[in-house]
């Protein structure tokens, strides 16, 4: 499943916003913007690729005022769907709009994250009364995260993360 396109780039403009905020010409821009001063030819940079920061006059902007057409205003109706996207992202069905994960970081630590996060995930639905999955079950539940279900699972005991049976019938967590 691929990573629907509204939300790939709800990220991204979120990324970009992340780093208009870090930087102070692009912070300062974005306050005196927002506080509706007129800031005429000086958005450019990161500000320049929001698509819900646009110039009055466009279409997605909502003004026929041709006088202003350089103004840069916020069009309310994409930010609002852009922060519906963020909400999407934050919510318990995130995962059902993102695609399972087909590669593992390269680093050690990028992979020990995302193999602890993965497993924490898998096992948060909990394992019943007696506290291990049998492989199967572990399998499956894999199978909806990653494409690389063996590995990830030979990864978490080799991290330390998941203990296995000497038989490999049944994973349990690792005590942290």
Known sequence: MAFDDDLQSTLAEYRILLIV???AK???????????????NTVEGPLGQLDWLG????????NENADESDKRVVNADVLASRLESL????GET???HCGRIAQLPTSPEGKHRVVKAVID??????TGPRGWLTEPQVNDRLSMVVEDVSAVRRLAVDFGILNRA???SRYWLAAS
């Open 26 to 40: 692009f912070r300062t821009q974005l306050g005196r913007l927002l506080t509706g001063e007129d800031v005429r």
């Open 166 to 168: 000497d038989d490999g």
């Open 55 to 62: 110039r009055q006059g466009d279409d997605n902007c909502g």
């Open 87 to 90: 909400a999407t992202l934050m």
């Open 21 to 23: 905020l870090r930087t």
């Open 121 to 126: 995930r898998v096992f948060e639905a909990g």
């Open 94 to 96: 995130a995962i059902l």
